[in-house]
């Protein structure tokens, strides 16, 4: 079960897309910037992430494979995890809200319709009784 667990990871890995690869790479620099600024050293840093070095080398180069509860702890030693709820935040998925406004135009028009054709059927009933 264990090999295939990580074979579903190496194909997530295989179908990552280059933007999300180059901003895991630019997040692992910048932690590791945020660390030697802090003159921490990698055993250091390592050990209060509570991974191994060869791990926190890894983060720091963006590596995808490395779990996310790492780099929201390593987010949260420079004091930055409060901003992850707001990477995905529903009034920034500015796909979601074009869906939205798409989805709305299309319920006016369906309504707009409809009270067309209403009015024309009460302006028939109306015909027949004079």
Request: glycine content about 10%.
């Amino acid at each position: 079960k264990l090999y295939d667990h990580m074979a579903r990871n190496t194909s997530a890995l295989e179908t990552l897309p280059a933007a999300a690869a180059q901003a895991l790479h630019s997040l692992g620099e910048n932690l590791a910037i945020a660390r030697v600024r802090r003159r921490e050293s990698q055993r250091e840093w390592a050990g209060r992430l509570g991974c191994s070095v060869p791990t926190l080398v890894r983060l720091e180069r963006g590596d995808p494979a490395v779990g996310v509860g790492l780099y929201a702890t390593a987010l949260w030693l420079i004091g930055r995890a409060s901003g992850l709820p707001a990477l995905a935040a529903p009034a920034e998925d500015r796909g979601a809200l074009e869906d939205d406004v798409r989805q709305a135009l299309k319920r006016r028009a369906a309504r707009s319709a409809a009270s067309a054709r209403a009015r024309l059927a009460r302006g028939r009933r109306g015909e027949g009784q004079g």
